[in-house]
């Protein structure tokens, strides 16, 4: 019997007929990185494949690498296997990764949503034989309200801060979710201030994305300038000295988990809203069902339970252990290698 066209091992998702891996955790020679996080970007490999608007990203957070960037759609071949990068939707430059040999096909999600967020290249099905796919919110109750009303409410929440006088201060994490959130944000209410890893960011995304104006926070920056405008900065940054000087102020974040009772009173934060750059339950199971996968395996999230509910619907679902961490990873850690 033929091992599987991909495989689970202590360094990552393995095609052996290829020698390729795709975001792997442990340092090897060929790695094929689905997007710019810190769990699924790492440092030590010694040829990085990606799509290129994420060269800029990883090379930002990396160093000086070897790197090399593919199109959408664009089809690369290493030993017979074909291997080709369609647009996940998750954050910019994140992508599926097709994988096609001998007429089997595998699609690997990595984080992916089907939302369109106005920065993302939007989500595209690919039809495929086996999907291995997140399930960072694979629950019945995560269901995403649309992002014109989330981002209504958050202009909303500033404005009223605005007109008592109180800075708001809005977290997010530093790729993605800060970029979605300032690409949507109503700077006809007052100028946007950022924190020093946004910013650095931002910057990296400008000339690919057209983003609003924003002020970096400096040790110059008066506390009476920022007064009833917004800031936005990652969640490492709450509690801090930094955001202390700010006072009289409001927090916010924006993050899936806030969907959850208690996770706002957790975090200590005034304002939750319910926005994520993953799918929310009915996303991961329309994916799923567009792909016309008959075996679907199950990496982070809430993985037991996700398939043992597709087993349910007639899938072939399993699960496989990995060191991907979603948006616990992308709210804690990633900001912290900006600093």
């Given at each position: ?284 199971l329309s994916s799923i069902k567009a792909t016309g996968a008959e075996k679907i395996i199950c990496t982070h999230g809430y993985t037991d339970i996700f398939s043992k509910y597709l087993r349910e619907l007639g899938y072939d679902a399993r699960t496989e252990m990995t060191q991907y961490e979603g948006e616990n990873a ?10």
């Open positions: 019997m033929n091992p599987p066209l991909l495989q689970f091992n202590n360094k990552g998702i393995y095609c052996a007929q290829a020698d390729v891996y795709i975001d792997p955790w442990r340092p090897v020679k060929n790695a094929i990185i689905t997007h710019g996080h810190a769990d699924h970007s790492r440092w030590g490999h010694q040829n990085y494949i990606t799509h290129h608007t994420n060269i800029p990203i990883i090379k930002h957070r990396l160093g000086a690498i070897h790197v090399t960037g593919k199109n959408w759609n664009e089809t690369f071949t290493v030993n017979n296997v074909k291997f080709s990068l369609h647009p996940a939707g998750h954050i910019i430059g994140s992508a599926q990764v097709r994988v096609e040999y001998k007429g089997e096909v595998w699609v690997f999600t990595g984080d992916y949503k089907t939302e369109e967020d106005g920065i993302a290249v939007p989500y595209e099905v690919v039809k495929c034989h086996t999907f291995i796919t997140e399930c960072t919110f694979g629950l019945p109750v995560f269901k995403w309200a649309p992002q014109a009303e989330v981002m209504h409410s958050i202009n909303q929440w500033w404005n009223e801060n605005k007109a008592e006088g109180k800075t708001s201060i809005l977290f997010g994490y530093s790729l993605g979710k800060a970029q979605r959130l300032l690409k949507h944000l109503d700077t006809n209410i007052g100028k946007i201030y950022t924190h020093g890893a946004i910013e650095n960011m931002n910057n990296v995304i400008r000339p690919m994305v057209a983003l609003p104006e924003t002020t970096l926070i400096t040790r110059d920056t008066n506390k009476e300038d920022i007064s009833g405008n917004l800031v936005l900065a990652p969640p490492s940054a709450h509690g801090t000295t930094w955001i202390r000087k700010m006072a009289p102020f409001v927090t916010g974040t924006a993050s899936g988990w806030m969907a959850f009772r208690g996770a706002r009173r957790r975090r200590a934060i005034d304002k939750g809203f319910v926005l994520s750059d993953h799918c929310d339950w009915d996303g991961l992308e709210m804690n850690k990633e900001e912290d290698l900006e600093k």
